[in-house]
């Protein structure tokens, strides 16, 4: 599912498979402080509006997170209260580099609903298991 995407992906878009995505049980939890904080932290910095910024960190606020990569890497998606869970392609908001081994993450919509988070592999061959500390995410 994810943790595999390579550098090869194209920025600024992304599509996961339905079939993918099927495979990864729902669940309903809580973000933990490090997925809240770099949450903010990936919005806070990325390429868009503040309008998007704005409504986006207001669905953070209201997110659980209801779907955990099957890989064992951390990446999530969001259900956001109140609203219907998006279906059909992601957006990337903001793509950045984390971490000594320069692994890749990203912050997604769907819809113009706040949809999760991506950690993918480009340096290292082990999926990230945990979130980075936001002190170690920087800009491509």
Partial sequence: ??????????????????????HSPMISRELTPR??????????????????RRRFLAHLLRAKVIRECQCGCA???FGIADLPVPKGGLRILGDFV???????????????????????????????KELPSPSKIHAF
């Avoid at 595999?4 to 878009?13: E, I, P, V, Y």
């Avoid at 081994?101 to 340096?123: P, R, W």
Wanted: a negative charge; proline letters at 1%; aromatic letters at 6%.
């Fill in 1 to 22: 599912l994810r943790g595999t995407r390579r550098a090869s992906r194209s920025r600024g878009s992304s599509q996961r498979s339905t079939k993918e995505a099927m």
């Fill in 98 to 128: 984390c971490g000594e081994n320069e692994d890749g993450i990203f912050i997604f919509e769907k819809e113009n609903v706040l949809a999760g988070i991506e950690v993918y592999q480009m340096a290292s061959a082990a999926p990230r």
């Fill in 35 to 52: 997925e809240r904080e770099v949450g903010e932290w990936l919005l806070t910095h990325a390429a868009i509006t503040e309008e998007q």
């Fill in 75 to 77: 990446s999530i998606d």
